[in-house]
Each structure stands twice: as C-alpha cells, then as structure tokens.
C-alpha cells in the first residue's frame, strides 16, 4: 500500500512531466512535381489556365505572364465551388456566387471570406515546378 505522500509525490512528479513538454510542432512537409506545358493545350499561351489534379492536389494553373505561372487550390473559399480564370482582367472568378480574386488569391469581391490557397509555382523551359503539400501519399 502506498502511503499520502508518496501518492501526492508521485503526482507531483507526472504533473511536472506533463507541464514541461513542449508542444510539438506540426510536421509540415512539402514535395517538388514537375509538370510539362507541352502536355496542357489550353495551358500554353499566355492567359491560359486549366484546372488539374497533381498527386492528389487539385490545382487552378493560369500562365499569367511570359515565363510564370501561378498555382492555387480552386476550391472558392465561399462554398467550395471550382474558381476558374478571366484573362480579359487578370481574375480568378467563382461561377456560384461571382466571388473574385486577384492574382496572389486575394478576395477582391462577392461572398468569399478569405484568400485562395496557393503554391509556388515556377515555370523553366517548358516545365513548371509546383511545390504541394505531402500528405503523405
Ligand atoms: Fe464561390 Fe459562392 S461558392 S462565391
């Protein structure tokens, strides 16, 4: 049998464990894909943009300029309709609720509560390298 003390010591003693253990961060980690524009038409002038699946990710790419690309999670942050792209002035457009966005994701109108998510995108020679979360898959 235990005696108080001991009980209110051992006690004591795992609180303390407990308190001291730092919170551990997320382990957020991130993968390079490489894509080719030769394989996306709609993708390969300027103003072009398609909506894709990359290893699991959904992506809105718009080659918004020579030599760049911009990549974001199309899912509308209003009510999860897919965002697509206007080239005529450089948004990123809802069609349930004419939300907009600008080219860094930002809300610029309608419903939409907060910024598109979005990867870092580079275009080199014809291969654009997209940086995704990993989700382990
Ligand atoms: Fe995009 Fe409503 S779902 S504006």
Same mark, same amino acid.
């Given at each position: 049998m235990i005696d108080r003390r001991r009980f209110l010591k051992s @006690?004591?003693? &795992?609180a303390g464990v407990l308190i001291a253990l730092p919170a551990l961060p997320a382990l957020a980690t991130t993968k390079k894909v +490489?894509?080719? #524009?030769?394989k996306f038409d709609k993708l390969k002038p300027v103003g072009g943009w398609i909506v !894709?699946?990359?290893?699991?990710t959904e992506l809105l790419i718009v080659h918004d300029a020579? &030599?760049?690309?911009?990549?974001?999670? %199309?899912?509308?942050?209003?009510?999860?309709c897919t965002v697509g792209y206007r080239p005529e002035d450089r948004r990123l457009v809802c069609p349930c609720h004419a939300s907009t966005y600008d080219l860094? *994701?930002?809300? @610029? &109108? *309608? %419903? =939409? %509560?907060?910024a598109l998510k979005?990867?870092? +995108? !580079?275009?080199?020679?014809?291969?654009?390298? #997209?940086? @995704?979360?990993? =989700? &382990?898959?």
């Open positions: @006690l004591g003693a &795992g +490489a894509i080719h #524009l030769d !894709v699946r990359v290893k699991d020579e &030599g760049s690309v911009r990549a974001f999670d %199309p899912t509308c942050t209003h009510l999860k860094d *994701g930002v809300v @610029l &109108g *309608g %419903p =939409a %509560p907060r979005r990867y870092d +995108a !580079v275009l080199k020679d014809d291969t654009i390298v #997209l940086t @995704l979360d990993d =989700a &382990g898959s």
